[in-house]
């Protein structure tokens, strides 16, 4: 009877495993020899009912299900250990995780010990924030000793590191803290939690591992093992902890930004206001708009303006002065006369000082003269499209005013002049006179030179040129005030007069200023539908990564594999090591993706777009990396059956996720050491800096320290790409939640990556990056409202595990702690975020009374004005106008003594072959 049971059993199994031999000839017989691998049963140990199949210890090759299934998943998951779980389970993977750390770990030893020859030995290329100008900090002055430095650098206040280092900064090194930290914990859970896994008794169910890694995991237990509630204690007292610890962060952070918003920073006294109705589109309206709310507060508003002739322009005035600085060094320096050519004939044509210097005198005119044009018509036609009088008037006289708030007495860098017949005779004279005209009559002829001129001023515009944009900026003199801006509602309708935090001046995308509410939304909903799109093809290369990464697989689906590796061994070893380094490059190629996609958004600042990048990565990895990869296959192929049974979704994790922990593993072993190797070693930008070093102007130090055609020097270092680091912190932790109770030994890999990154990244902020850009700990916010969903995903696959152990009173236990990690991501959301979004009002005014007495705004003074109208003239910074002058006279009486030096040598050869012909006649 057992015999017939259990052939019709297997051969149920077979029917669900699609594409896989069939069984035969396998019977167990009471008192009779069991097949190979299969246990003797005693008839006194025949149980009442139908033997499960958790009796059997292992299985034929053929029953490995595909990785590229096509069936519908069995209801109730088996406990029957495939032969891909037999190779978990075997000694294999600890050969898999044994060569990853013979390799990657020796290469982790070799990176470091060099990079701390290196620092020492070239501070130019690893102290970079020590000698240049501009990026310079007496951190930096400080190199400490040979290995010390990695715990040195902790000692650093929090306070001086913001300062010193930016913001965003000091939350990167904070979260790497926190994960080292969390990791701790878990570090010291599983000391016992292994022991307890470890010393489990041997069942038919278990008594297959041989793999000493799997076998400190829940793997070793049988299913109904009362030892899972230590699972369940390990995993109240990590998540527990992982909760006490996020608040006491958010006391921390909310502490700090607070402590950032009251910096005098132009980005703290400003804000953006988009989608700005008709009736308050000039710098005179919105300026009264937001004083009449804030007296006595506002310096100035900025509408933006369309604006490309003058911007043309004003970025062909950057090529001339590079030029020109360039021809005024190589006179400086080698004391040559630099040769202006022909572009056709090549010919010099004279010296190019003066070229150059022509050239810009008659741009910085041009500019100059244009920007007058467009205020002119940016205030005419505002104030002709706005019926309320008293908008009409403002508009004429109020932003432009003697004396007001936009006149050039205050902003200075914002000095445009009102309409005046003065300045457009003066215009039309200078215009004259450039085309070689002459005004003889004063009187009656005035008139038609006025308008002449204006004219001629006119066509230096486009018809696009000065057409009032919907958004701008506006700036005060007061915490309280811009704060209060930020945290009212100012209009009666919905995408209307909208406020925002201002981004630094340096860091506004001026060409997404000004766009529709239309436009911004189409550009969210297309980045939403490509990210959606890519999100689910993203599937073939991760799906492929998947079967790398099982051998067996591969074998299962490509016999030519198998014939491969027993040929040549070495194979499978590489394969194995392939695989997670592969995941390190798509993460990368994904980065640049989905950057472009977030740029589609409409973002006003690179803070903006490292935000929107941020959460795009964070949640690919997560559903690439857990789904897809607990899938092994196309995901396609699953999708439908999902959404008709979505508790699929957990038992795919639940069965999947352990077994492909030393997997996970290599993946955040492999991804710390790559990156640190690149980070600390800074192979890309030595290399540049040697290209540079070849190539380009190199005359002054300037020119030696300014990137040429994308290729950057030593003292022009990149900026610190936030979003992509912290996405993979998200990876760290994802990895960290699921396997801490399940495969305890991840939390030693995990807490040692997040030491050893906090050590280098710290370093990194002190001696090579620019603070900017810094979006202010923006980053952080975001990263902490996506961490307790990492911990939820931990909590289900928990759960689902417990499951699938049979484990009822284990799986009822871990309930309440799910349903409180819920709870509490609820109350974070309700108030500590919105904390570390504004400034309180008190707080602004106690920074408001400490800087009472000074009274100096030019900081933020004219900072936020779009970039073509900020400056009417500009020169090199070897020489201003004069300086060019006498440059240009004293290369033209140079080139007049050369040019008699070569004429009276033509004389003189032409003597010479007189004579030469008087003695050849006389012989």
């Known amino acids: 009877i057992m015999s017939v049971l259990f052939d019709r059993m297997l051969q149920d199994l077979n029917d669900t495993l699609v594409g896989n031999e069939t069984l035969t000839n396998v019977t167990i017989g009471i008192n009779s020899t069991a097949p190979t691998g299969f246990p003797t049963i005693d008839p006194s140990d025949v149980p009442s009912s139908v033997p499960s199949l958790s009796l059997v210890p292992s299985v034929a090759p053929s029953l490995m299900p595909s990785l590229f299934p096509t069936g519908v998943p069995s209801e109730t998951p088996s406990v029957l250990p495939t032969t891909e779980e037999q190779g978990l389970v075997g000694g294999h993977q600890d050969d898999a995780l044994a060569n990853s750390l013979r390799i990657y770990g020796s290469l982790f030893v070799v990176i470091m010990i060099l990079f701390c020859c290196l620092r020492k030995k070239y501070p130019r290329a690893y102290c970079v924030r020590g000698w240049v100008d501009g990026l310079r900090t007496p951190l930096a002055d400080e190199q400490y000793g040979f290995f010390d430095w990695m715990w040195k650098l902790n000692s650093i206040e929090e306070q001086v590191l913001m300062d010193e280092c930016g913001m965003d900064a000091l939350c990167f090194v904070r979260v790497l803290d926190f994960g080292f930290k969390v990791a701790s914990v878990g570090v010291l859970n599983s000391i016992w939690l292994m022991l307890v896994y470890k010393t489990a008794d041997k069942t038919p169910e278990t008594e297959f591992i041989q793999s000493a890694v799997v076998s400190l995991s829940t793997a070793n237990l049988p299913p109904g093992s009362p030892r899972l509630l230590a699972t369940v204690i390990a995993a109240y007292l990590i998540f527990g902890y992982t909760m006490y610890a996020i608040l006491k962060e958010f006391e921390w952070f909310i502490a700090f930004r607070h402590k950032f918003l009251s910096k005098r920073l132009a980005r703290n006294y400003a804000v953006y206001v988009q989608n700005i109705p008709i009736e308050y589109q000039t710098n005179a309206a919105l300026t009264e708009f937001f004083s009449d709310a804030y007296p006595g507060t506002v310096i100035e508003a900025h509408l933006a303006m369309k604006a490309p002739t003058l911007k043309k322009k004003v970025a062909e005035r950057e090529g001339v002065i590079s030029n020109l600085e360039h021809a005024i060094n190589i006179r400086e320096v080698t004391g040559e006369i630099p040769q202006a050519k022909n572009l056709l004939t090549r010919q010099p044509e004279g010296s190019a000082i003066d070229a150059y210097g022509k050239e810009l005198v008659t741009l910085n005119k041009e500019i100059s003269e244009t920007i007058d044009t467009l205020i002119e018509e940016f205030n005419n036609v505002q ?241 690439q990396t857990f789904f897809v990869q607990a899938i092994s296959g196309s995901i396609v192929s699953e999708i439908s059956n999902m959404f008709r049974r979505p508790e699929l979704i957990i038992d795919l994790l639940a069965t999947s996720l352990p077994r492909r922990g030393i997997y996970f593993i290599q993946v955040v072993l492999v991804d710390t050491v790559i990156s640190l190797a690149t980070e600390l070693l800074r192979v890309s930008a030595v290399a540049q800096a040697i290209i540079r070093s070849k190539v380009g102007p190199d005359l002054t130090e300037k020119e030696r320290n300014t990137s040429f055609l994308g290729v950057r020097p030593l003292a022009d270092p990149l900026k610190f790409y936030h979003a992509q680091n912290l996405s993979n912190c998200v990876l760290y932790f994802v990895v960290f939640f699921v396997y801490a109770t399940i495969a305890p030994i991840a939390s030693f890999f995990v807490g040692i990556c997040f030491f050893f990154k906090a050590a280098a990244y710290r370093h990194q902020f002190v001696y090579i990056y620019p603070t900017f850009p810094d979006s202010g700990g923006h980053l952080w916010a975001n990263f902490f409202k996506l961490l307790p969903w990492c911990m939820t995903i931990g909590q289900i696959v928990l759960q689902g595990m417990l499951g699938l152990k049979k484990q009822p009173i284990a799986n009822a236990l871990m309930l309440p702690l799910t349903i409180a990690t819920i709870l509490f991501q609820i109350f974070v959301k309700q108030q500590h975020f919105l904390m570390t979004q504004y400034l309180p009002t008190r707080e602004a005014i106690g920074a408001d009374h400490r800087y009472s007495n000074n009274e100096d705004f030019s900081f933020v003074e004219g900072k936020f004005v779009q970039p073509e109208l900020r400056e009417r003239e500009k020169f090199p910074d070897n020489g201003n106008e004069e300086d060019i002058r006498a440059f240009t006279a004293k290369d033209e009486e140079n080139m007049d003594d050369k040019k008699v030096e070569d004429e009276n040598a033509v004389e003189e050869n032409v003597e010479d072959e007189n004579l030469d012909d008087t003695l050849k006649k006389a012989n």
């Open 383 to 623: 104030a002709m499209d706005v019926d309320d009088g008293s908008i009409l008037g403002s508009s004429l006289g109020g932003s432009f005013r003697e004396g007001g708030p936009n006149s050039p007495q205050s902003t200075g860098a914002f000095a445009f002049a009102k309409k005046s017949v003065k300045g457009v005779t003066s215009i039309a004279t200078n215009a004259v006179k450039d085309v070689g005209g002459a005004v003889k009559d004063v009187g009656g002829a005035a008139i038609n030179v006025a308008g002449s001129g204006a004219n001629l001023a006119k066509s230096l515009i486009s018809a696009e040129d000065g057409e009032a944009l919907t958004a701008g900026f506006v700036t005060f003199n007061s915490l309280r005030a811009a704060h209060g801006a930020l945290q009212m509602i100012q209009y009666n309708q919905p995408h209307k007069m909208e406020v925002r935090e201002a981004p630094q001046p340096e860091d506004v995308i001026w060409p997404n200023i000004g766009k529709e509410a239309k436009q911004v939304q189409i550009g969210k909903l297309i980045s939403f539908a490509a990210t959606m799109a890519l999100c689910l093809f993203w599937t073939i290369p991760m799906s492929f990564i998947s079967t790398l990464s099982s051998i067996e697989g591969l074998k299962d689906q490509f016999e030519w594999v198998g014939t491969l590796i027993e040929n040549q061994p070495w194979v499978e070893g590489f394969l194995a090591q392939l695989a997670p380094l592969l995941v390190v490059v798509a993460k990368e190629v994904l980065k640049i993706i989905l950057e472009t996609f977030s740029k589609q958004e409409g973002p006003i600042s690179g803070a903006v777009v490292e935000a929107s990048l941020f959460s795009k990565l964070a949640w690919f990895l997560i559903i």
